[in-house]
Antibody
Framework: QVQLEESGPGLVKPSQTLSLTCTASGGSITRGGYYWTWIRQHPGRGLEWIGN???????DYNPSLKGRVTISVDTPKNQFSLNLTSVTAADTAVYYCARRIAGAVGEDRFDPWGQGTPVTVSS | DIQMTQSPSSLSASVGDRVTITCRAS??????LNWYQQKPGKAPELLVYGASRLEIGVPSRFSGSGSGTDFTLTISSLQREDFATFYC?????????FGPGTKVEMK
């Protein structure tokens, strides 16, 4: 049973880079059929998909983040990471990592999720 | 981007009630539709995937239906532990998008 846990600073200054890591336990991130995903939730609001990466390194991102985002994977550590540059207050959110299961046609879904880590952008 | 809408945005119901939540996509997404439940302070949890497939461990009072642009999540008999916010999510194309959520509150 894979479990995911986010880690990283809870406070980031404007214009700096937000960096988070997700550590997977109970299963290898190199197993095929899974994409490793970041999702965020602004305070009191809905969910926004940030992007995902395959263990071999291919990543896809939400165009709304306009080239500020990079997701990377560290297979020996069984971790994947999020870097978001030039942050503003609009990037204040709870950040979740999740596993995207690439199932049969039409059955891609996010499961499980980490518990989430709140990040505030403020000077 | 595919826009997802949900209705209602919130509802009040009692234990034992039948509850139906609707999700609509801005274009056809076949059956590429998932439902999640989120309780306060917790991460979302998968309930239904592929529009109608119940995730292992999810009670059978939950069911999903629909295809194309219109989908529903039904709770046949609301239980106390079901009060939460429910989100739909399309996995048809990047960027994956979520609905704004439906909050189910106790009447």
């Amino acid at each position: 049973q894979v479990q995911l846990e986010e880690s990283g600073p809870g406070l980031v200054k404007p214009s700096q880079t937000l960096s988070l890591t997700c550590t997977a336990s109970g299963g290898s991130i190199t197993r095929g059929g899974y994409y490793w995903t970041w999702i965020r939730q602004h305070p009191g609001r809905g969910l926004e998909w940030i992007g995902n990466i395959y263990h071999s390194g291919g990543a896809d991102y939400n165009p709304s983040l306009k080239g500020r985002v990079t997701i990377s994977v560290d297979t020996p550590k069984n971790q994947f990471s999020l870097n978001l540059t030039s942050v503003t207050a609009a990037d204040t959110a709870v950040y979740y990592c999740a596993r995207r299961i690439a199932g049969a046609v039409g059955e891609d879904r996010f499961d499980p999720w980490g518990q989430g880590t709140p990040v505030t952008v403020s000077s | 981007d595919i826009q997802m809408t949900q209705s209602p945005s919130s509802l009040s119901a009692s234990v034992g009630d039948r509850v139906t939540i609707t999700c609509r996509a801005s274009q056809s997404i076949s059956k590429y539709l998932n439902w999640y439940q989120q309780k306060p302070g917790k991460a979302p949890e998968l309930l239904v995937y592929g529009a109608s497939r119940l995730e292992i461990g999810v009670p059978s009072r939950f069911s999903g239906s629909g295809s194309g642009t219109d989908f529903t999540l039904t709770i046949s008999s609301l239980q106390r532990e079901d009060f939460a916010t429910f989100y739909c999510q399309q996995s048809y194309s990047y960027p994956f998008t979520f609905g704004p959520g439906t909050k189910v509150e106790m009447k």
